[in-house]
């Protein structure tokens, strides 16, 4: 039986501000595995530093590309530090992923149910196969930011500051990684470059 983990969703305000829960709707157990404290600056000064890019903003679809595979490193950077199994990048999940970001920048909404369905929906249609298992899993997170908020490193700080997120992104029941990172936001009104990403997690 599927089971839907820790379905959360945040929004990363510009410049210095601090991030700010949009949401938090959990289906099924989301235990909380790793360290229980937040992490140091240090150690977020150091993932930083490891993942070339990590305040890049994208502006393009180059800058797009390349934001997208920042993030991915530094999730799994985190998650390494927590001495948690780094995740593999999927692409249907990707594609699941990209699409529902696109389409929450397009339609001006922030949110995990969509025109197309939810993340089970989504995800089947975008060909990640799902067995009658137990151990089968999908998650996903969504964040926004604009200015210097929609930075990878800002964008993944978000979640690693919440302890919501924080869980799921450091679940070791998580084997697969679906990366959306879609320009502009899922808001009216913001004048500043601005990056909308939705995390798609699974096992199966």
Wanted: charged share 25%; aromatic share 4%; glycine share 8%.
């Amino acid at each position: 039986m599927l089971r839907r983990m820790a379905i959360v969703c945040v929004l990363v305000v510009p410049a210095s501000g601090p991030a700010v829960a949009a949401g938090d709707t959990k289906h099924g157990s989301a235990k909380k595995h790793g360290s229980k404290k937040h992490g140091s600056a240090k150690q977020h000064a150091s993932a930083t530093r490891e993942c070339v890019g990590a305040s890049l903003t994208a502006v393009d679809e180059a800058t797009r590309r390349k934001a997208s595979k920042v993030v991915l490193c530094l999730v799994n950077r985190e998650r390494r530090a927590h001495r948690v199994r780094p995740l593999r990048r999927n692409r249907p999940l990707a594609k699941a992923a990209r699409r529902h970001s696109a389409a929450m920048v397009i339609g001006k909404y922030f949110s995990h149910a969509s025109p197309g369905g939810d993340v089970l929906s989504r995800a089947t249609r975008s060909g990640y196969v799902l067995r009658r298992s137990r151990h089968t899993l999908l998650g996903e997170t969504l964040s926004w930011g604009a200015g210097s908020g929609a930075t990878p490193a800002r964008l993944v700080a978000s979640f690693m500051s919440s302890p919501a997120h924080r869980r799921t992104l450091l679940s070791r029941r998580f084997r697969d990684l679906g990366i959306g990172l879609a320009l502009g936001a899922p808001a009216t009104n913001v004048a500043d470059s601005a990056a909308t990403l939705t995390l798609n997690f699974g096992r199966r």
